[in-house]
Nanobody, 128 residues
């Protein structure tokens, strides 16, 4: 079993930055993939970014590319999501998730169904 705990959410103004963290524990593997997803009220959960622990390759949704940066602290098994130039439309509950085996093909890695474990979520609100 893999356990995930998110932290770092909050209320910020448009243009501000925020850093989310996802602490991973349990039966991790070197091939694990961590993804960030978000869900706004009345909308479906959507992909934000993912990082492969082996090689640290990353991918982003078009809506956040150039503003968000996903990274991993190898020693702490923590994945961070640095969110810059936040917009009102970034308001959502943010979830981190783990694809434990990491066998998902690249083109499917943004699919939430490919992830085995989920955190409880952290609220991000961008409002003036």
């Amino acid at each position: 079993q893999v356990q995930l705990v998110e932290s770092g959410g909050g209320l910020v103004q448009p243009g501000d930055s925020l850093r989310l963290s996802c602490a991973t524990s349990g039966r991790t593997s070197r091939n694990l993939v961590t993804g960030w997803f978000r869900q706004a009220p009345g909308k479906e959960r959507e992909f934000v970014a993912f990082i492969k622990w082996a090689g640290s390759r990353t991918a982003y949704a078009d809506s956040v590319r150039g503003r968000f940066i996903i990274s991993r602290d190898n020693t702490m098994n923590t994945v961070s999501l640095q969110m810059n130039n936040l917009k009102a439309e970034d308001t959502a509950v943010y979830y981190c998730a783990a694809d434990v085996t990491g066998r998902t093909i690249w083109s499917e890695q943004a699919n939430s169904a490919r992830y085995d474990a989920w955190g409880q979520g952290t609220q991000v609100t961008v409002s003036s």
